[in-house]
Every structure is written in C-alpha cells, then in structure tokens.
C-alpha cells in the first residue's frame, strides 16, 4: 500500500493545478485538447516506481506527463453572472390627509364669536419641506396654515410664574396682500420649566416595526431619533418599549435611564417585517404606561409609525374612542410620523387630537434633534391641557373675519366654558401664534349685504377696539379651567404693515406661503416673489436657521412638480 501513495499524491496535485490553470475564465478547454506551441503546459510530475519522469515534445512544446496519467479533472461550474438587486419597494402616492374646507369669512353681525382648540402640531411643515426637497408640491390637503406657522419658534414676552402659566401677545396690521383688510396675530407663550424641578417622566416608546417600516427614512431614522431622546432624560427618568408588526409584545419592560445601555441596546436591535398590529400596539403601550403610572410625574405613550395599521382594529373612529377613554388616565400621547408614500396622516392627526396627545413628523436627522433634543422640554412636559381660544369681534369696528387654518380644530361657542370638551395642550415654553384676517367696517366686504336685508342700525360697542380675547386652560393635573383675557385695541395697531413686529409678518409670509400651497381662495394678488420678500425682510435673529431654511423651501417651490413621477 506504501508504494501507492506517490501516486494517489500526484492525482490530487493534477487535480489542483489543473483548476488553478482553469482560474479566471468561464470556459474551460476539452481534456484532450493539444495546448498552444508557444507555451508549456505542465500537467503533472511524478516519480514513476523508479523515480524516472517521462517528456513528450510535441507541436514545439515540451511536455511532461506521468507515465501513468490520472482520469481528467471533471470542467468546474461556471459562476452565474452577478447582477444587482432589484431597488426595494416603495409606497408612492398613498399618502392619506383629512381634506377640509378652508375657513370662510364671517359676518360680524351674524356671527361675531371665533372659538378653536390651540395646536401645537408641527407635522404638516416638515411633511411640505420633504416633499419640496424631492421637488414635489405637497397635495393641498397636506398643508395646513396653523402648524406651518407654528413650526417656529417666536419672541413674545414669556410668563413670569407657573401660577398664571400663559403671557398673550396681541398686534393689529394691514394685509399684505388685500388693501383695506387688517390682520389680527394672537400669540401666547407657555412657561418654561427649569430642569432641575421638572417632574419624572415615564415614557413608553411604542415602535412600529411592521414590513413598511423598512425604509431608510422610516425605522432606522425611528432608532436614531429615540436614541437621540433617551439622552436627553434624566437618570431617574423610566422607558419602556413596546413594538407590533404581526403581532404586539414588550420589547423592554419600564427601566431608568440610569441603564442606558439597556434602552439603547433594545433600540438598537429593533428590525422591520410583517404586517401592522397597530391597535395591538396601541393597547399594550397603554396599558403598560397605566401599571407603571407615575401620579406625580409626566406619563406619556410615544408612538412612532407611518400610521399604516393593516391588522387588528383599523378603523379610525374606533382608535379614537380608545384614546379618549385612556387619556382619562393621565396619560399623553406623543406621534411621531416617518416615511412618505404610505404615510397616514388622517389617522395620526385624529390620535393626536383626541388623547391629549401632539403630532410632529420627522423626515431627517435634523427635525429629529430638533424635536426631540432642542424642544425636549415642551414636546415632553405640559404646562396647560384643553387649552381653548375664543375671539368676540367688535361690530362697530369689523365687519367681516375669518380664521387663517386651524379647521381642524375648530369648537362651538358652547364648548368653551365647557370643561368636558377636550382641547390642545402646550408643552414647556412652548408658543402659539393665531391669524385672523378682518374687513374692518367700510372695508372691502367678501360678503355684500343682501338685498332685502333691513338696514342695520348702528351697533353698540367701543370704537377703540376690534374684539376681545378670552384663553381657557387646565393646568396639568386638573380638571377645572381657568380663565385669561385680553383686549384686541387700537393701541396694539400698527399703521403699515412694514413697522408691525418682525415676528408678525414672518407669521405672515409663512401663513401666505401655506395659502398658495393649498389653492387659498383668499390669498388675493400674492405670490412666492410677494412671499420671499416678506420673509426675508423679517427673518430676524435665526439662531438654527429654521427660517433661512424656510426662505429656500419658498424657492423650491416656484419650480417644483405637481406630482411625483411614478
């Protein structure tokens, strides 16, 4: 057997040299094929029984083979071409909006009393920014004037005491863009509460990680961003995670944030697959906040998700009534959308206002610290809940007025003095800012006098001033409201809208803005030109450059699509 060996050795070291000399090309020669004149093939060498080799010359080659030659290599397996995977699939155009009509004009005389909710959403300005930056007009629906103008941050005096936790900015200036009409801006700032004595917070993080989720905007912008957050709570500041896709579960059971480590490696493994449980989700998210509720500090459920329930209870009424009842709890609610394509707004925007809850869309890293890491404090902390305004306007000195945005938030006289209508909340240091647009008595009317209406005799009421506003409140833990006021005079009027306050007419330019957007039907002669001269004239001090970034959203839009190619 010994003696068998060299050749068993030499078989193996044919085999090998002959797929080395096969490397790098698909085809292989035949067994038997003679090989070039001009070069030497060596198949193999071995020590025959007495240690002799044997050549062959043939075709001008020199040749040595075994005296015993071993049976042909089998030919290798040519490798399947290498081609690109196909681009994953995306949602374009199923993006869902709550459609409602524009606010109209109002006669004075027959309607004199504006009531809405205060809304502190920001998510239709970040879903019309990404929609710009793929050179895409927003559809109309999309674009609703008060969370646009709402997105930034203004400048008016701020509380001196949590006791009354509201100050309110009033200031009367022409329209730029109908002569002869004013505008009305109403602007409140919430206290600001200091770190160092704001309560615990106890936070769920309920994350979507259903199939759709797989997108580089959707879930591994939702990891960055609650990362992002989790840094910005205090050690004994507790989070629990609970995720659905298929199915619901607890990813993370409340632990402090004093184990970072843990939230983050929880976070960190999350992965995208299956269908969207999304009620599930919402059920188990409450119901692990309520057996961990802090009484005396901020409990508050965090969904993030593109809204695209498909499994479960689906249907938005249904999701509404469960909200309302669990906001009796004590529990907020915060919505944080992502993704474009699928995104479901409607349903994000009917949780939100109905348990006690806020909505923002995050669409690049920057939104998300914006949100979450430089306005921490009033995305996380109220300062006042079922926040209310209502407006009685003078009819000595208006005619006509309507309501720029907010319909989606629109109450009845009624609701104001009743505490059992739900309303907004503002969050710490947070600022609010309303725009009514008036037809000042004598003024250009959107509405004529019919023609066998009886002549009106003058009206009762103060020349001096257009309207009276009134802010409900509860504070935070409190189900009975409290009451400011303040009057809408002639002291507050500035004569030409170039010397009303900067951050007036930069609410104006964006409320404009918002206007051309949606297809306004009162936005008059005003264009983007119109749009970008007042917004810059009035961008003032812009320390994150949020306005100087809203000047280049106006440019884009000028030259923007109508409609996402396909």
């Given amino acids: 057997m010994p003696r068998f060996l060299p050749f068993i050795a030499t078989g193996f070291m044919s085999f090998a040299l002959a797929s080395c000399a096969g490397q790098g090309t698909h085809e292989m020669a035949a067994p038997n094929a003679p090989a070039p004149a001009e070069e030497i093939v060596v198949t193999s060498q071995r020590a025959d029984s007495a240690g002799a080799y044997q050549t062959h010359k043939a075709n001008g080659a020199v040749r040595a083979e075994p005296a015993y030659a071993p049976p042909p290599p089998a030919p290798m397996l040519a490798m399947p071409e290498r081609r690109p995977w196909p681009p994953a699939y995306h949602d374009v155009g199923r993006d869902t909006f709550a459609n409602k009509e524009e606010n109209r004009f109002q006669i004075v005389r027959e309607q004199p009393v504006s009531t809405f909710s205060i809304d502190v959403d920001t998510a239709s300005y970040s879903f019309v920014r990404a929609s710009l930056n793929q050179n895409v007009l927003p559809q109309p629906a999309a674009v609703r004037p008060e969370e646009m103008i709402n997105y930034f941050p203004y400048d008016y005096a701020a509380p001196r005491s949590i006791a009354q936790p509201f100050t309110t900015n009033v200031a009367v200036f022409p329209s730029p863009w109908t002569a002869g009409r004013k505008l009305v801006r109403i602007g409140i700032r919430g206290y600001a509460v200091q770190r160092a004595v704001r309560p615990r917070a106890n936070l769920v993080f309920l994350i979507d990680t259903s199939g759709s989720m797989n997108e580089p905007n959707k879930l591994p912008l939702v990891k960055q961003s609650l990362s992002m957050l989790v840094g910005q709570l205090d050690p004994n500041d507790h989070v629990a995670i609970v995720t659905y896709a298929g199915s619901a579960g607890t990813a993370l059971e409340p632990t402090p944030v004093s184990q970072k480590h843990r939230i983050l490696e929880v976070i960190n493994r999350l992965g995208a697959g299956g269908g969207t449980a999304g009620a599930e989700g919402v059920r188990q998210a409450y119901a692990l906040a309520a057996a961990n509720l802090d009484p005396t500090g901020v409990n508050r459920v965090m969904l993030a998700t593109d809204g695209d329930f498909n499994i479960g209870i689906t249907n938005v009424d249904e999701l509404k009534g469960f909200v309302e ?138 020349a001096s001033e257009y309207g009276f506003v009134k802010i409900r409140y509860k504070a935070p833990k409190s189900d009975r409201s409290q009451l400011i006021a303040t009057p809408i005079n002639r002291a507050v009027e500035f004569a030409r809208f170039e010397n009303a306050p900067l951050d007036a007419r930069f609410a104006t330019g964006v409320a404009a803005f918002a206007e051309l957007l949606r297809g306004g039907r009162y936005g008059g002669s005003i264009g983007y030109d119109d749009v970008l001269r007042i917004a810059t004239a009035a961008r003032g001090a812009d320390p994150f450059g949020y306005r100087a970034e809203f000047i280049q959203l106006v440019r884009a839009a000028r030259t923007a699509a109508s409609m996402q190619p396909l």
């Fill in 325 to 462: 009842r669990e906001r009796n709890k004590g529990i907020f609610l915060s919505l944080l959308g992502f993704g474009m394509g699928n995104y479901n707004d409607a349903l994000m925007q009917a949780l939100a206002q109905n348990g006690n809850g806020a909505a923002a869309y995050i669409d690049t890293l920057s939104e998300a610290r914006k949100t979450l890491v430089e306005e921490a404090g009033s995305t996380l902390f109220p300062i006042a809940k079922d926040v209310k305004i209502q407006v009685e306007f003078n009819p000595a000195t208006v005619a006509e007025y309507r309501l720029i945005g907010y319909e989606t938030r629109m109450l009845n006289r009624e609701d104001f003095d009743n505490d059992r209508v739900d309303a907004g909340d503002v969050g710490s240091g947070q600022t609010v800012t309303a725009l009514y647009e008036i037809v000042p008595v004598g003024g250009p009317r959107a509405v004529p006098d019919l023609r066998y209406t009886p002549s009106a005799r003058a009206p009762a009421g103060s």
